[in-house]
C-alpha cells in the first residue's frame, strides 16, 4: 500500500486571488480527493476555528473586502468579516479576533470571509475534497482527522506572499506528526516545514507570541495581545473544523 503523501506551499498560488476570487466551490479538480489544509495562525484560522465551534455554519472567503460585501448584500443572513493591516474593515460586520466570534453572533451564520493573508490561503485549498482549518488552538484533533488520509495538501498563509514562521511552524507540526505516522513529506517546503516544528506547548507559545506578526499585533493593543496569547495555545480546542 502507497505512503500518504503530505505538501506544503509556503504561501498561496497567485491564482487564490484571481479567477476564483470567491463564491462557489471550483469545478471538481484531481484535488477533490485531497484533504486541504489551510493555515493561518495569527489569525484568520484559529479565528474561524472558534467561529465554527460556537455555530457558524459556513466560510466563504473572498480576496477582497468588496467581494465580501457584494456577497452580504446578495444574501442577507451572511456576515461579512475580516481585516486589513490587523483591523476592521469599515462596512463589516466581525473583524478578525476570535473573542467577536461568539455563539449569540454567528450562530447558524454564514461569514463571508475576506482577510490580508488567511482568506488566500482558504482559496488557495478550495477545490480539496475536505478542507480543514489549520491551527495550534486544534492542532491535534486535526491531526486525527488527517491520520487516514491518502493525500494532505496544506496552504500557509504568510504574509503577503511572504514567507510567515508562524504558519510553516504550525503546517510543520502536522507535517511531522503525519510522518511519524507513517506519511512522507514530499518537497523541499515540507521538509523545511518539519524542521521548523515545535515539540511541545512552551515551543508553540514562545514561537509564536515571538514572532513579528505576533510584535505587530500586539503594538495595536490589549485586545490584540489577548488574541495572540490565545492562538499561541497548543490544544487549547478538542475539535478540528472544516471550512
Known amino acids: 500500500m502507497a505512503r500518504a503523501r503530505v505538501v506544503v ?3 498561496p498560488e497567485a491564482s487564490a486571488a484571481g479567477a476564483h476570487a470567491g463564491g462557489e466551490p471550483r469545478p471538481a479538480t484531481r484535488e477533490a480527493a485531497w484533504h486541504g ?3 493561518d495562525v495569527l489569525r484568520a484560522t484559529s479565528t474561524l476555528t472558534v467561529a465554527r465551534g460556537n455555530g457558524a455554519a459556513r466560510i ?21 468579516c475580516g481585516e486589513r493591516e490587523g483591523r476592521i474593515v ?3 460586520d466581525l473583524g478578525n479576533s476570535p473573542a467577536e466570534y461568539v455563539r449569540e453572533r454567528v450562530g447558524g451564520r454564514t461569514l463571508a470571509f475576506a482577510s490580508t493573508n488567511g482568506s488566500l490561503a482558504l482559496l488557495d485549498r ?12 486544534s492542532a491535534s484533533a486535526l491531526l486525527s482527522e488527517l491520520a487516514g488520509a491518502e493525500h494532505v495538501a ?14 510553516a511552524a504550525c503546517a510543520g507540526w502536522l507535517v511531522r506528526r503525519l510522518a511519524e505516522g507513517g506519511a512522507e513529506p514530499e518537497g523541499d517546503e515540507a521538509r523545511l516545514c518539519a524542521s521548523l516544528a515545535p515539540r511541545d506547548a512552551d515551543e508553540v507559545r514562545a514561537l509564536v507570541e515571538g514572532c513579528e506578526h505576533a510584535r505587530y499585533l500586539g503594538s495595536l493593543g490589549e485586545p490584540y495581545a489577548r488574541d495572540v496569547a490565545l492562538c499561541a495555545t ?9 471550512f
Do not use: M, N, S
Request: aromatic share 10%.
Open 9 to 11: 506551499r509556503l504561501t
Open 37 to 39: 489544509v489551510a493555515v
Open 60 to 80: 466563504v472567503p473572498f480576496a477582497t473586502p468588496d467581494a465580501a460585501l457584494a456577497y452580504r448584500g446578495a444574501h442577507p443572513d451572511a456576515l461579512a
Open 90 to 92: 469599515p462596512g463589516f
Open 126 to 137: 478550495r477545490g480539496c475534497g475536505r478542507r480543514w482549518l489549520g491551527c495550534f488552538l
Open 154 to 167: 496544506i496552504t500557509c498563509a504568510g504574509k503577503e506572499g511572504a514567507f510567515a514562521l508562524e504558519d
Open 234 to 242: 497548543l490544544d487549547a480546542l478538542d475539535r478540528a473544523h472544516e
